[in-house]
């Protein structure tokens, strides 16, 4: 058939044009068969093949009507034969082929064929992993000359066939050209074949291009539809499996994955879902998911159609699931992500049914592992978010917790409530009729091995009859529907949807965690809260609530929330945030400090009663005194703009150290009579010697602090605080801050400060040499700096100069804030010149020309306008 232009005419390469491997399985020094083999890629073309075939045809023909062979006379034939076949599993820059690719290749093309026998495979140059071009000369040519007439011309036939063959699955395989977005790999590891975005619209663009053109129709025969004309918007996986997954892999027999990617993909997310949800949905829910968790381009979810070799699932799927790729493949991920369809089949489905089990129950306390240059790196806790396809362009999800893309706004839960409520509250309540044991599978042996290995029946008996009811199935089908039911609760209410379905479907849950808001939900009510708090089990670790702005919720609601708070004896970490619900008084904070005090395991405290003018220091010291401070960590308290709070409650923090606390954020704006000389040597007996590492002080409109008090808190800094990292101080409108304190607190800020954010405003004490003090002392290591001098009116442009070439070389962000200062647009125009690759700096300021200043805080302590 012809030897290829790079050979010699003995068959081999010369050692002149012998070029190196460069191939796709280049690391083991072979390459893949399956590298598209065009005529711009290699000699091979397969209408050329096609053509020389026919001759081939001919010469057999020829030779069956002759009474003699002179085989001499077709040494050279075939020999190039065995060339033709060797350059298809290769191209003309490789010199040998891996042999497990060429065992793959040859028992495709040729099944059964006698030539490629057992000592074939066991052959010494085949024992050294790879195959090269003489050694499949040597089997042609020996295979022909121990065959008589008849066997001889009957491998002939054979070869033609396999070539034939061949160039049938070349020219499908161009077909698919379009799907690679690698040159194809081994993964001999299924849990680490993920599919990125990238290769999902890969496959969605195929579709697109090939359906209506060649009118697909429904090739599966238990489909409804067989039969019928297919459009791309509604090819489900069932349906694409036959269509494009098998088909574009043909050849090789694996897996999809391994047919697109160029290396393994380890998951970071795992998908459950029905295969007869439209695949263009499919894809979309997780275009939308990836965008909130904001996932990077080469984050990959694995997805069994893809990751399983669908020509030998039995290979990837175990009789016992614990030890099958999907298994495998949700211990190597950070979490689930369900794709809900529009009927909620998914939770009809016993494959989806296990692994929704396994996501909400076997690894709902197992921290997510990732390896980090060969080693396993612990991180967050598991997470199982839900999506659904609202129409063609459209999908929201319900999420496990805030995501990334919430963590950028202010308020973290408002923005998970906007992002959710689009959610169809329908396909919720649906949802909530689903049972783990009434759950269906294509082969009826798949669901009696679940549903024993949910109830942890041995694996030596996985085959007997499932009971029809059991305490585990109830488990998992109430921890699903109070995921779903928490998630959904405000949009239900909203909604006027009947809440006793809601309620029911929190009894008895084993939820780790509870993170709802209400900000600004005018209908929730203290019987609400009351029948959310019941739904708080035993298992919760994390409890995070924002009522802001629910200005109907009394003192009642937090005294049910407290209620049921003691019931999860193993809390760590509880954030109640009410700004502005001002029928709250101490009732509601003494009940809470009661908990406070049962909680053994409580880490981290959060609470937000900004505004909460009924609150006194009774409700204030019930909290404080009742807190476990010697597991403390992460304090933070709001109490601003209430004149009710004075400096005796903040010396209920000073009573005993806090021994770990590694953040402390206290902010007590507005609140002048808390904000006194006892107030801040409180403050600073309170911080611990060593454990500080964040310090948060908001100490606004103070107008009792004097100079004296604020050095004190300045210079207890470096003696207790060696290792803060993160330092935040918020003076704003004291008139004590002057230029001495400001050198002062520069002179003593600790060595290890990464983070320093300062507050002046107001403070028209402050001059250009408080401004060269801070300059001169910025710590080394400091990485983001912001400075607020709004309305500082005495400062000129001339100690920034100073700041800026002082600016340590470490610092990666700078923002001043100059507003209604006369020298905000010179400084602007300073800081442009340093401005460099690597380090943000923001200037801004609108001076006394282009505005006024607004008017001063109102001397009554409320709020300003």
């Not at 008849?150 to 799907?179: C, G, H, P, T």
């Not at 020509?311 to 369900?338: C, I, M, N």
């Not at 150290?657 to 403050?683: G, Q, V």
Request: glycine residues 6%; neutral net charge; proline residues 4%.
């Amino acid at each position: 058939i012809g030897r290829r232009r790079s050979e010699s005419p003995t068959g081999r390469c010369s050692s002149a044009r012998r070029p190196k491997d460069t191939g796709i399985l280049s690391r083991r020094g072979s390459r893949n068969f399956d590298e598209p083999t065009t005529s711009r890629g290699s000699n091979f073309e397969p209408l050329g093949l096609r053509l020389k075939l026919v001759g081939l045809r001919r010469s057999i023909a020829a030779m069956q009507q002759e009474k003699r062979i002179n085989w001499w006379g077709n040494e050279q034939h075939v020999k190039n034969l065995a060339l033709s076949i060797f350059e298809i599993m290769c191209n003309e820059s490789s010199v040998h082929v891996d042999r497990l690719e060429a065992k793959r290749f040859l028992n495709v093309v040729a099944p059964g064929c006698p030539m490629f026998t057992h000592n074939f495979w066991e052959s010494a140059t085949m024992r050294s992993g790879r195959l090269e071009s003489d050694d499949l000369i040597k089997t042609f040519q020996n295979s022909f000359m121990t065959f008589a007439k008849k066997q001889f011309l009957a491998q002939m036939v054979l070869v033609e066939d396999m070539l034939r063959r061949i160039v049938d699955v070349e020219e499908a395989a161009n077909e698919f050209a379009s799907l690679r977005t690698g040159s194809g790999c081994v993964i001999v590891n299924c849990e680490r074949r993920g599919i990125t975005i990238a290769q999902l619209d890969a496959v969605l663009n195929h579709v697109r291009l090939r359906c209506g053109h060649e009118a697909w129709t429904d090739p599966c025969e238990l489909s409804p539809t067989h039969g019928r004309r297919l459009t791309p918007r509604a090819i489900n996986l069932y349906q694409l499996v036959e269509l494009v997954v098998k088909p574009a892999t043909a050849v090789r027999q694996c897996s999809y994955v391994e047919f697109v990617a160029s290396a393994e993909q380890l998951p970071k997310w795992f998908v459950s879902h029905w295969w007869g949800e439209p695949v263009h949905n499919f894809i979309l829910c997780l275009k939308q998911h990836a965008q909130d968790r904001c996932l990077a381009e080469n984050d990959a979810y694995w997805v069994c159609a893809y990751a399983n070799n669908q020509w030998d699932v039995s290979a990837d799927v175990d009789k016992d699931p614990s030890q099958s790729s999907f298994q495998r493949a949700l211990e190597l991920a950070s979490g689930t992500v369900s794709i809900v369809d529009k009927a909620s089949r998914c939770f009809t489905r016993i494959w989806c049914c296990y692994e929704v089990w396994v996501s909400t129950s076997q690894l709902l306390e197992r921290p997510c592992r990732s390896r980090h240059k060969g080693a396993i790196v612990r991180q967050g806790p598991f997470r199982y978010d839900m999506y659904t396809a609202l129409d063609d362009s459209t999908a929201v999800g319900i999420t496990d917790g805030c995501v990334e893309r919430d963590e950028c706004e202010s308020y973290k839960l408002d923005a998970k409530f906007r992002r959710e409520r689009n959610f169809p509250i329908d396909l919720c309540r649906r949802a909530f009729s689903r049972n783990l044991q009434d759950a269906e599978a294509s082969v009826e042996e798949d669901r009696t091995h679940i549903l024993n290995a949910i109830i942890g029946v041995h694996r030596s008996k996985l085959d007997a009859a499932p009971p029809a009811e059991h305490d585990t199935y109830r488990q998992l089908n109430s921890n699903l529907h109070a995921r779903i039911a928490t998630a959904s609760w405000r949009i239900a209410l909203e909604s006027g949807q009947d809440m006793r379905v809601y309620h029911e479907a929190l009894v008895g849950n084993k939820l780790p965690r509870l993170e709802l808001s209400f900000d600004n939900c005018a209908k929730l009510k203290d019987c609400h809260v009351a029948d959310l708090a019941r739904g708080i089990s035993s298992t919760m670790r994390s409890v995070h609530l924002d009522f802001s702005f629910c200005v109907e919720l009394t003192s009642f609601a937090l005294q049910s929330l407290a209620e049921g708070l003691a019931e999860a004896r193993g809390l760590q970490r509880l954030c109640l945030c009410c700004i502005k619900c001002k029928q709250i008084d101490d009732e509601g904070l003494i009940k809470l400090g009661e908990t406070l005090k049962r909680l053994q395991d409580l880490r981290e405290l959060d609470l937000n009663c900004y505004c909460c003018k009924r609150i006194t220091n009774k409700g204030v010291a019930a909290v404080l005194t009742n807190l476990q401070r010697k597991l403390i960590t992460r304090l933070a308290l709001d109490f601003s703009f209430n004149s009710n709070i004075t400096d005796e409650v903040v010396g209920h923090l000073g009573v005993a150290s806090f021994d770990k606390l590694e953040e402390l954020d206290l902010k007590l704006h507005y609140c002048e009579s808390a904000l006194t000389d006892d107030s801040i040597a409180s403050i600073a007996r309170c911080l611990p010697p060593k454990a500080l590492r964040v310090l948060s002080l908001d100490l606004r409109f103070g107008p009792l602090l004097t100079h004296e008090s604020l050095l004190t808190l300045s210079r207890e800094l470096p003696t207790k605080l060696r290792d803060l990292r993160e330092l935040s101080l918020n003076l704003a409108g004291c008139e004590a801050v002057n230029d001495f304190f400001v050198g002062e607190l520069a002179h003593e800020l600790p060595p290890q400060l990464q983070v320093l954010d300062l507050g002046f405003r107001l403070c028209d004490s402050v001059t250009n040499h408080g401004v060269q003090a801070l300059a001169h002392n910025l710590p080394d290591r400091l990485e983001r700096l912001s400075l607020n001098f709004q309305e500082v009116t005495n400062l000129t442009g001339h100690p920034f100069e100073t700041l800026a070439y002082a600016l340590p070389s470490a610092l990666k962000s700078l923002t001043v804030n100059l507003d209604y200062c006369p020298c905000a647009e010179k400084v602007r125009k300073l800081f442009d010149q340093f401005a460099t690759q690597g380090r943000e700096i923001e200037v801004s300021g609108s001076t006394s020309q282009t505005g006024s200043p607004p008017p001063p805080p109102p001397g009554g302590g409320g709020p300003p306008p």
